[in-house]
């Protein structure tokens, strides 16, 4: 799993955007598989500049994000629904229509979750953006979490709850559940595409690629899959063994 590593967060979004052009040429109708987060912003923005220079067309394709906060409702600012609207739907032909996610607000979480594992199986992903956590989380499976699990409600753990922050007023407001595609359900996809940024990824990183498989660092689960594409920023990538090997 040799990773592509590119200087700066531009050219890695490139390089991913050219990922999910090329099969959109292939697959008008594909259904991708979004994340949210920081990393995920200038994939998004690479992906409208295509749009709007006529060189992409996601109006056929559907999308599936990979998890949701529990207790904001799907309208809510910062769910991950209305940040997918907001950074990509609003922005391009994706129609909010064909972006499906958890639903946060459901009254029976559990059942919630059953439903939505149902709906990503049945719709056979075929591309999917995976973050990385610090933790080495991957979605909000968080360290412990099984590898064959599937979509569930979970807690946040107090590194992610202290990550996410950011995108809050306060620590206070970030929810400490969400309902997230179980390790087993993202393994379905067809392909996965691992991103990070930055020096504060690098011992995840390589944790991941490189480490043992193991459920305390839940995206070293992508080991098992047999098409990963990784794409690094130089600082992000700094830790790999593989890259200083002779
Ligand atoms: P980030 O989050 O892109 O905001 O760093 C990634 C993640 O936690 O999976």
């Known amino acids: 799993m040799t990773p592509h590593v590119f200087p700066d967060a ?50 056929p394709a559907s999308a599936y994000l990979l998890d949701e906060y529990v207790g904001l409702g799907c309208d ?56 990385i956590g610090g933790n080495g989380h991957l979605a909000f499976n968080e360290p412990g979490s099984s590898l064959a699990s599937r979509t569930r409600p979970v807690e946040l753990s107090p590194a992610t709850v202290s990550a996410n922050s950011r995108f809050f007023p306060s620590i206070d407001a970030v929810p400490t559940m969400a309902i997230t595609q179980g390790l087993g359900t993202i393994r379905q996809a067809e392909l996965l595409i691992l991103v990070a940024f930055g020096d504060a990824k690098s011992d995840a990183v390589r944790l991941a690629l490189e480490g043992p498989i193991t459920a305390m660092l839940p995206a070293s689960v992508v080991q098992l899959h047999e098409n990963v594409v990784v794409v690094l920023d130089e600082a992000a990538a700094s830790k790999l063994a593989v890259l200083h090997s002779a």
Do not use: C, W
């Open 10 to 59: 531009r050219q890695v979004a490139a390089f991913v955007a050219d990922q999910i052009q090329t099969l959109l040429v292939e697959k008008q109708d594909a259904a991708l598989g979004l994340a949210t987060g920081g990393t995920m912003v200038p994939i998004y923005d690479e992906l409208t500049r295509r749009y709007d220079n006529g060189h992409l067309r996601l109006a």
């Open 76 to 131: 809510d600012r910062q769910s991950y629904k209305r940040t997918i609207e907001q950074l990509l739907a609003s922005r391009t032909d994706l129609s909010a229509q064909r972006v499906h996610s958890p639903d946060g607000s459901a009254d029976d979480l559990a059942t919630e979750a059953r439903r939505y594992d149902r709906l990503v199986s049945e719709a056979k992903i075929d591309l999917q953006l995976l973050g």
